[in-house]
């Protein structure tokens, strides 16, 4: 994929700030077009959102329109990054959300009669259709709606991966551990004081900001949610697909109309924290579980039990009495949108001349950024 792109920035100089998905996407494909590339990171290793998710590429709940062109572009191109770098952990693994009665059933056939779902491959599964595709769902369900285009990577090692094929072109320098205190035309200023010049400068910062980059965004449309989750000890089974429960339907926005209009509430100390079950198996073995779509409570750095006990439930009523016991557990923070436009899927601001800072889309930061990147370099 790489070396079918064409050089639009042969010669010219990127400096990319933010070593998560967002960023790390930037420079792959500033690099692919030819340019030279500094990247600057803030930590020793990118720690944020990106590595704290399910590295789920999810195109099935994704709104009509310009969110689901842009996801289906993002799948295809994640498939063809990974051609070049298999270590990201690509899979087509597709995706199966179980249905739990006649009203989550409603919302799936409703979203099967629209003119999209052929699009995102969306077939809807018996009982018997649901175990035969991924027989480790062992819980109860009247039915499943597969989604043929859903796919994962590895979010922990995929970004790893991605830098070590950029080094090898010799024209990436990533410099970890400097930490953007300023911007001037067309540079980049960290902590000791060093400006980083380029033909271009992207600030792909993430939601975990203080100093200069917080006040990027301060008076933005843009708010921070907290995401609660988990991961198991090696499952013994294979977890053949990712899997979402009736719940997700409230939370993506390819679905959330629909379910506003059939789904019965939640119970309150679900919606307190709006949780959906997303379940993902690693290459590892174990399974990662959560989450929530709670807002950031600032100064609140503990996790709560209640929100996960909630998870962790719905895990065991899909995969049954063979869920591994819980090893590990975290939270994150990402940014989000404020009341955005039907067509407002991420959040851009010209910062300076030739700087330009990019975030805020939400929950679809692992599955959009090739697309978001390549939508800046075209």
């Known amino acids: ?31 692919a077009r030819g340019a030279s590339v500094v990247h600057l990171e803030r930590d020793p290793v990118p720690s944020g959102a990106t590595v704290r998710n399910f590295g789920l590429v999810w195109v099935s709940g994704r709104a009509p329109g ?28 597709g995706s199966i959300t179980l249905l739990n009665d006649e009203r989550e059933l409603e919302v799936a ?25 991924n027989p480790a769902l062992r819980g109860r369900f009247i039915a499943g709606l597969y989604c043929g285009r859903d796919a994962a990577v590895e979010s922990r090692v995929a970004l790893g991966a991605l830098r070590t094929f950029m080094e090898n072109s010799r024209r990436y320098e990533y410099l970890p551990g400097h930490e953007l205190v300023g911007v001037a035309e067309h540079a980049a200023i960290d902590h000791r004081g060093v400006h980083y010049g380029g033909d271009h400068v992207v600030l792909c910062l993430g939601a ?5 980059a917080a006040e990027l965004f301060e008076d933005e449309p843009l708010r921070k949610v907290r995401l609660y989750m988990a991961e198991t000890e090696s499952f013994d089974g294979s977890l053949t697909t990712s899997v979402a429960n009736g719940d997700s339907f409230r939370y993506y926005p390819g679905f959330a109309e629909i379910a506003r209009d059939v789904l019965e509430d939640q119970p309150a100390a679900t919606a307190e924290f709006a949780i959906q079950l997303l379940c993902q198996q690693r290459l590892h073995g174990g399974l990662t ?90």
């Open 1 to 31: 994929m790489l070396n079918d792109i064409e050089a639009t920035l042969q010669g010219q100089r990127v400096v990319v700030v933010g070593g998560g998905v967002f960023g790390t996407m930037h420079a792959l494909f500033a690099l």
């Open 66 to 93: 310009r969110e689901l062109h842009l996801a289906l572009r993002a799948r295809d191109l994640w498939e063809d990054v990974a051609r070049d770098v298999p270590d990201v952990g690509f899979r087509a693994n």
């Open 109 to 133: 056939e409703r979203a099967m009669a629209r003119g999209d779902a052929d699009a995102r491959q969306f077939a809807l599964l018996s009982p018997s259709e649901v175990s035969s595709r």
């Open 208 to 212: 975990t900001l203080s100093g200069f």
């Open 289 to 378: 579980i959560g989450d929530t779509h709670e807002p950031e409570v600032p100064g609140l750095f503990e996790t709560l039990d209640r929100p996960m006990d909630i998870i962790e439930a719905a895990a065991r009523l899909v995969i049954g009495d063979a869920m591994p016991r819980i090893e590990r557990r975290w939270s994150g923070v990402y940014h989000q949108l404020i009341d955005p436009t039907p067509n407002e899927i991420y959040f851009r601001k010209q910062v300076a001349g030739g700087v330009s800072a990019i975030t805020g889309a939400g929950g679809r930061g692992m599955t959009l950024a090739p697309a978001i990147a390549e939508e800046s370099f075209q």
